[in-house]
């Protein structure tokens, strides 16, 4: 692959049948992970249920590699669906909820579904929920620099984007004859750990904030995998070739509250997984029997994945001092 | 001989012609101004940002993830405060992606008093930035430390540091940088910008050349076997000033430049404690929480029994600011007579 070739792929059916496996597979990790908290087996859940009608499309469009000539994320931590998608192994995050020390992420170090993966360009994702919008400028004007394609994007919450860095992103993004290509990601699912919405935003639609910078901006149905992919390949479509940033709101649910701090219990909110396999089943696409096949394979390897990950070794005192300083030479 | 700014100004050319540098950037760092002290002035790479210290911090940790090679700039620490969680962010990457990622930046910023700067052009920073973990803390006394501390730190694949006395800024060196003409008109004419007018001006680079400074590496400033002075920056030539004082009066006291506060050079301080049995540190820091304390307690640890009488910190009042009337400067930011009636106090203590 190279910075001119990437093409969205086509939606077919085959990919609208993929797209509901990835779905499956994101929130069955995700539910394992919080039953892992709940018997002993992590310290602390926090995750994404309920964004799968986004994340998964998004992860399926990403021009995944390393380097400028590919799509650079700055991801927050509700994104488990989007890396998994783009391929990564589900044990992996078993091993960073558990805390182990074969976590390829972070050694134990960090929350679960705080990736960093350098041969995907995903860079280190961090408990702060607004340093991604910040930290996204530095590699767009690498990749605006180098030309081809490649964009960076950065996710990030309603929440989140109260803080200083969100207009930052969009301040920076938009310089007169510096324009970068950056996709500027919110979902929109209108709590802020527990504090509603509609007690700190006079508009639910924040990617409307982008106006004022002149920034070509929409919102989509998150829970729903086929606008939000129509939208997502849209958005990155302007920002490859117009290489000017984009902002796309996703409305989302959030399933299982914002973290462990929450209870982590289901809420009664739509979830774009059932209202996905109606679809699917409605459209003659799957069975229902079908479909159970793909929550039966997932559940079983992932229980499979957890009793190895039971036995691994967790951090000791030899552990501590790795990696406080790079030895190497300098370059990611 | 070039002076602390063209010393960075010239550090920086040689950065991005010989060491990878893709990025010299904060506000009012390019042109015209080429920075409020000119030190980043006709630099192929510098470019102006909005005034936004945190999409300073943001933008060069994403070009490091990119694999750029950046050279940010806060334009004085006292506006750093706003952007300590991304500094932490910097200093933690390495870590917490066990290894996967790292952080090849250097953040300069001006630090200290002596310029009548009041109360947000005066603070110093290094014992708050030695809290932050993962970052490497440097600074420079002289010109020709300047520019190889900068070499340093630009080739360093970690976060760093580069803190500049700014009331240094304009003090000519006692040493040329290897490549600098020895004229330093000759060199004014050829890297300073005109007044007025600038828009076709380009600098004319002398051939300056690979020379470093390693980090974690102090100086011996002046060599002395009654007193150990530990200090650096701007306290450092009013240090050496002191002690030369002192030595017409038969009281030879030793000086050490640390240059690198973070990781500090250890052995060469105990080194001379154990010479001279006395420990003086310096700097112009608040004295709560203060880096020098940490050196005495690693003195303490390693050359307790070593020490005649109980060391000592000079440092800066714990007040909330300097302020402008120069009386408040001169009475809660360590002078030179402070200094040098400390050193003759520690130096004749009965032991």
Request: hydrophobic share 40%; aromatic share 8%.
């Amino acid at each position: 692959m190279t910075a001119t070739t990437w093409k969205a792929p086509k939606l077919t059916d085959t990919l609208k049948i993929a797209i509901h496996d990835k779905m499956v597979l994101g929130r069955a990790t995700e539910e394992l992970m919080i039953r892992m908290m709940r018997t002993g087996h992590g310290y602390f859940w926090i995750g994404g249920p309920g964004e799968e009608g986004f994340n998964v499309p998004l992860g399926l469009l990403t021009k995944k590699g390393h380097g400028p000539d590919f799509d650079y994320l700055h991801l927050h931590y509700r994104s488990s669906a989007t890396v998994l998608a783009m391929g990564a192994e589900p044990i992996n995050l078993l091993r960073q909820m558990r805390s182990t020390a074969t976590d390829p992420y972070s050694k134990g170090r960090n929350f679960v579904n705080h990736f960093a993966i350098k041969a995907w360009n995903i860079v280190p994702v961090t408990p702060t929920i607004e340093t991604q919008y910040t930290t996204v400028i530095g590699t767009a004007l690498v990749q605006q620099r180098h030309g081809g394609d490649g964009l960076s994007y950065v996710t990030g919450g309603d929440a989140g984007s109260a803080e200083g860095d969100f207009w930052t992103c969009m301040n920076w993004s938009t310089r007169p004859g510096r324009e970068l290509p950056v996709l500027i990601l919110v979902a929109q699912n209108e709590f802020g750990i527990s504090t509603p919405a509609t007690q700190t935003q006079n508009n639910l639609r924040l990617n409307e904030r982008a106006n004022g910078f002149g920034i070509r901006n929409a919102c989509v149905d998150g829970n729903d995998p086929i606008a939000s992919w129509h939208a997502i390949a849209e958005a990155m479509d302007y920002v490859r070739h117009e290489r000017k940033p984009f902002c796309l709101q996703a409305n989302v649910s959030r399933l299982y509250g914002h973290s462990s701090s929450s209870g982590a219990n289901r809420y009664d909110e739509p979830d774009c997984i059932g209202l996905y396999e109606q679809r699917l089943i409605r459209e003659n696409l799957m069975t229902q029997a079908e479909i159970q096949a793909v929550w039966d394979k997932h559940n079983a390897q992932l229980s499979a994945d957890l009793q190895k990950v039971a036995a691994e070794p967790m951090p000791g005192k030899e552990h501590v001092l790795q990696h406080v300083w790079h030895e190497g030479p300098a370059g990611n | 001989m070039a002076n602390l700014a063209q010393a960075i100004r010239l550090a920086l050319h040689y950065g991005e012609t010989h060491l990878g540098v893709t990025d010299v950037f904060g506000e009012d760092v390019g042109a015209p101004l080429g920075g409020v002290f000119t030190a980043t002035q006709g630099l192929k790479t510098a470019w102006n940002t909005p005034l936004d210290e945190r999409g300073i911090i943001g933008t060069a940790l994403g070009i490091a993830y990119a694999g750029g090679k950046p050279v940010a700039e806060i334009q004085f620490c006292d506006y750093i405060y706003n952007v300590i969680d991304l500094l932490k962010l910097c200093g933690n990457v390495t870590w917490s992606s066990a290894g996967e990622y790292h952080v090849p930046l250097v953040l300069m910023t001006p630090v200290g008093s002596g310029i009548h700067g009041s109360m947000y052009h005066s603070h110093s920073f290094e014992s708050m930035a030695s809290h932050i973990q993962g970052w490497k803390i440097v600074m420079p006394s002289n010109p020709k430390d300047a520019y190889g501390l900068l070499l340093s730190a630009i080739e360093d694949p970690n976060p760093v540091l580069f803190l500049a006395p700014k009331a240094l800024m304009r003090q000519k060196g006692a040493e040329l940088i290897p490549g600098e003409p020895a004229d330093e008109r000759t060199l004014h004419t050829m890297i300073d910008a005109p007044l007025g007018d600038r828009s076709d001006w380009q600098p004319n680079w002398p051939p300056v050349e690979d020379y470093r400074v390693p980090i974690g590496q102090a100086k011996i400033a002046r060599e002395g076997s009654a007193l150990t002075v530990v200090t650096y920056g701007r306290m450092l030539p009013l240090s050496v000033n002191a002690a030369e004082t002192l030595a017409k009066e038969g009281i030879d006291v030793e000086v050490i430049d640390l240059r690198t506060i973070y990781p500090f050079d250890l052995p060469t301080v105990k080194a001379s404690v154990e010479k001279t049995g006395r420990l003086l540190v310096i700097n112009e820091d608040t004295e709560v929480t203060n880096f020098g304390e940490h050196v005495i307690r690693k003195v303490m640890d390693e050359a307790f029994y070593s020490l005649e009488v109980k060391p000592e910190l000079l440092a800066g009042l714990d007040v909330p600011g300097v302020g402008l009337a120069w009386g408040y400067e001169q009475h809660s930011v360590p002078q030179a007579d402070d200094v040098l009636a400390a050193m003759r106090r520690l130096a004749t203590q009965q032991a």
